[in-house]
């Protein structure tokens, strides 16, 4: 059936209480989640590269030919690096003994272009014994990742950090926003219902794996970086990619109300900033709409896309357009494309 039908008839059993639901109707419940699902991926399976960029829904990274970036975030011994969640006291990982887990695999981030494939695997993201039961994201580095959500209003390379003829960009739609909604209420339903409910707890942990996910948003650079987060779960502490203990906020002193004429300033991180941004993320579209800064900024767990994304693309700012990228064997686009995009479905394949 249509995506907008599976997903209302899922929606209209989150009221008054999806829990409840789940608990005394599962079968049906059941039936319902996945008939969502599957309608969701042959949607996702039909997108296009225009049909995403004029609906504010795509998302770009530009990179300068690095195929292979792994980093070891692990700190010295006598340096502290991050914060218990974002407001917490200060942790030394390298010594504490409560972050051992973390000894062989937790510091390490794999930002290379290779690594979108890597996150695009949701075998990936099953828990790992060698991790202690951890998401295997850790053993490879593949944390979330900081990207800009496009405004279909202005040209793409006047939204890039890197606008240098023969800059590679990468490119990879969202979801509609009342997706990643439904997906967000299924989550943590599964978690509240762990211990009753362990089949559906199974289940949305295969569409997390599965499903690439918004987690902040905001109309400027926000100031993001590596945090210690205590673990819900056990005792312990897993590396987060999110906002640290000073955020950006909108300096309303100096900004002009004009394309790029947006100013920030650093502020101590409060509960507020971070739900605004979370916030953000569930109505992402309307970052776009204020064009006072010259690119926003969205915090992105990549996972698999039923289609043929993400594709990667090379700028050629003499003649304002994207051309294939043919190196190792990374999924390009089929031909060159102008820049902002014409109104029409561009077909994507492998490289």
């Not at 407001?87 to 000894?103: E, H, I, M, Q, S």
């Not at 800059?167 to 599964?190: K, W």
């Not at 289609?307 to 031909?335: M, W």
């Amino acid at each position: 059936m249509p995506l907008p039908t599976s997903r209302a008839n899922l929606q209209d059993r989150f009221r008054p209480s999806f829990e409840a639901f789940v608990r005394k109707e599962w079968p049906l419940a059941k039936q319902l989640i996945e008939t969502w699902w599957k309608d969701y991926k042959d949607w996702e399976r039909d997108d296009t590269f225009s049909a995403a960029f004029y609906d504010s829904r795509m998302t770009s990274r530009s990179w300068f030919g690095k195929l292979n970036t792994i980093e070891d975030l692990r700190p010295d011994a006598d340096r502290t690096v991050s914060k218990k969640g974002v407001r917490g006291d200060k942790k030394n990982w390298k010594t504490d003994p409560v972050v051992t887990d973390f000894d062989r695999y937790g510091y390490l981030r794999n930002a290379g272009m290779a690594s979108l494939a890597q996150r695009t695997n949701p075998a990936n993201f099953y828990p790992a014994p060698s991790l202690n039961e951890m998401s295997g994201k850790y053993k490879l580095g593949l944390h979330d990742m900081s990207v800009t959500l496009l405004n279909p209003n202005k040209a793409i390379r006047d939204q890039a950090h890197s606008k240098d003829n023969g800059t590679i960009f990468s490119f990879m739609p969202l979801s509609d926003p009342l997706d990643q909604a439904v997906f967000q209420t299924l989550n943590r339903t599964a978690k509240s219902l762990l211990r009753e409910r362990p089949e559906l707890y199974e289940l949305v942990r295969a569409y997390r794996n599965s499903m690439t996910r918004i987690k902040l948003a905001c109309e400027h650079d926000m100031g993001t970086g590596f945090t210690a987060v205590e673990r819900a779960d056990r005792p312990g502490y897993k590396l987060s990619y999110t906002i640290g203990n000073v955020a950006k906020v909108i300096d309303d002193e100096k900004t002009v109300i004009r394309p790029g004429g947006g100013a920030v300033k650093q502020v101590p991180i409060t509960p507020e900033i971070l739900k605004a941004r979370q916030d953000s993320a569930l109505d992402f579209r309307a970052i776009v709409t204020r064009q006072v800064f010259d690119h926003t900024e969205i915090i992105v767990a990549f996972r698999q896309h039923a289609g043929k994304f993400p594709v990667f693309a090379q700028l050629n700012s003499v003649d304002k357009c994207f051309e294939p990228y043919r190196q190792h064997g990374l999924p390009t686009i089929d031909a060159s494309i102008s820049d902002p995009p014409p109104l029409l479905v561009l077909r994507q394949r492998g490289g």
